[in-house]
């Protein structure tokens, strides 16, 4: 038996409308995005020196309580210890001619850092007069990619703890590269 066109483009237009709107309904996570940057009264060649060595972020960054890293190179990671627990980096990429890392989270812990996945990269120019620029962005995932996270995983707080990271870190970096103390962490060369 077969039905009549209008009987079909009728279950067709409902089929249809059906698919259309279930995305709606279940598209889970989108890709957030936090960046920051920060003018360093330290030529590039020295800020770089500090952001290259992938292991030793907690001698700048406040919030990195330690640090530890298997090497310097692509494929290389760090255990970064912070106050509510441990995360681990990969690092993919260095470039020292172009002064810049990208590196990924390999290993997450939402209840130390908000975020299940991020990729990211630092950058270090020269901004001219013997200052640097740094510049460091993610693009990141809340921490529970479920269709209703609780509020202290949704998008707002990934993007905010991932700013407030990458902000913390600067403002280290800026303090270990001009002489400065971190936090109560000793400057460069003391």
Not at 79 to 89: C, P, R
């Amino acid at each position: 038996m077969t039905l009549p066109l209008s009987r079909r483009l009728a279950i067709c237009g409902a089929i249809a409308c059906a698919l259309a709107s279930s995305p709606a309904l279940a598209h889970g996570p989108t890709p957030q995005k936090a960046e920051a940057e920060v003018v360093i009264a330290a030529p590039p060649e020295a800020v770089w020196k500090l952001v290259a060595d992938f292991g030793a972020i907690a001698g700048w960054h406040p919030d990195v309580k330690s640090a530890q890293a298997t090497g310097n190179g692509p494929g290389a990671e760090r255990v970064l210890v912070l106050e509510k627990g441990e995360i681990t980096d990969g690092l993919d990429e260095i470039d020292p001619a172009g002064h810049r890392m990208a590196y990924r989270l390999s290993k997450e812990n939402v209840e130390a850092f908000p975020v299940s996945f991020y990729t990211a990269t630092i950058t270090v120019d020269d901004a001219g007069g013997g200052k640097s620029k740094v510049e460091w962005a993610a693009r990141l995932y809340r921490g529970d990619t479920g269709n209703f996270p609780p509020d202290e995983l949704n998008d707002e707080a990934a993007t905010s703890a991932m700013t407030v990271f990458f902000e913390d870190g600067l403002k280290g970096l800026k303090a270990k590269a001009e002489g400065q103390p971190v936090d109560g962490k000793a400057p460069v060369g003391q």
